[in-house]
């Protein structure tokens, strides 16, 4: 298979993960350790905790049961203990993502949760920055930042809107590719139009958001 086909494949497939990922959080309120669990190569035979597969499934048992401490201190204690790890981004973003849902529920300290939302934010987007999937899913944590956190408010819809300037540079390219092709598939056109759409939507969103809090 050549290198270019290979390509068309990974970004084919980001495509349909972002597609499912918009539906789960249509349905939930961003956490996607279910889809992460499936997504994470396993070890078969490995002792508990060996992968980041292990870790997310663990995480996903926890935050099942609302202990999204605990959730969150076995990602940060695989993280610490594999720094190199290649999954790390995965594992930082459901760290940001679990500290949201901590925010959610403990209005009294909503803002200290929300800087951990930031500061984990911040490490998982060096780890994406030309995936339409995961850029996609970062903005919209840093919208729910600014959603929880009036004294951030401003900042994180800009970062947003800076997030998803970052997304519509790789969709316009995605278009292209689709584009040139002799016989464009499809399926690719209407995975094209959802994403499409779904970052129409998030624009005008978080526009209005910034307009309503003076941001502007």
């Excluded at 919208?143 to 947003?160: H, K």
């Excluded at 759409?197 to 209005?208: A, I, K, L, P, Y």
């Excluded at 910034?210 to 502007?216: A, D, H, N, R």
């Amino acid at each position: 298979m050549s290198f270019s086909r290979q390509r068309r494949l990974v970004v084919a497939g980001g495509i349909v993960a972002l597609v499912v990922w918009i539906v789960v959080l249509l349905h939930d309120d961003g956490s996607v350790l279910g889809i992460l669990v499936r997504e994470v190569p396993t070890h078969e035979g490995w002792a508990s905790d060996s992968s980041a597969a292990d870790v997310l499934g663990r995480m996903r048992k926890y935050e099942k049961k609302s202990r999204y401490d605990d959730a969150i201190k076995a990602g940060i204690a695989w993280t610490e203990k594999h720094p190199d790890d290649g999954w790390n981004g995965w594992i930082y973003m459901e760290v940001s993502a679990l500290y949201l849902k901590k925010a959610r529920k403990d209005e009294e300290h909503a803002e200290e949760d929300v800087t951990e939302v930031i500061l984990y934010r911040d490490k998982a987007l060096p780890l994406f920055p030309d995936d339409l999937y995961w850029l996609q899913r970062l903005a919209a944590i840093s919208e729910s930042a600014g959603d929880l956190s009036p004294t951030q408010r401003c900042v994180q819809y800009r970062n947003t809107m800076k997030l998803l300037d970052r997304v519509n540079i790789l969709l316009t390219e995605e278009k292209d590719r689709v584009a040139r092709q002799f016989r464009p598939d499809p399926a690719d056109c209407e995975q094209m139009k959802c994403v499409s759409e779904q970052f129409d939507t998030s624009v005008n969103r978080v526009r209005g958001k910034l307009q309503q809090s003076g941001c502007e």
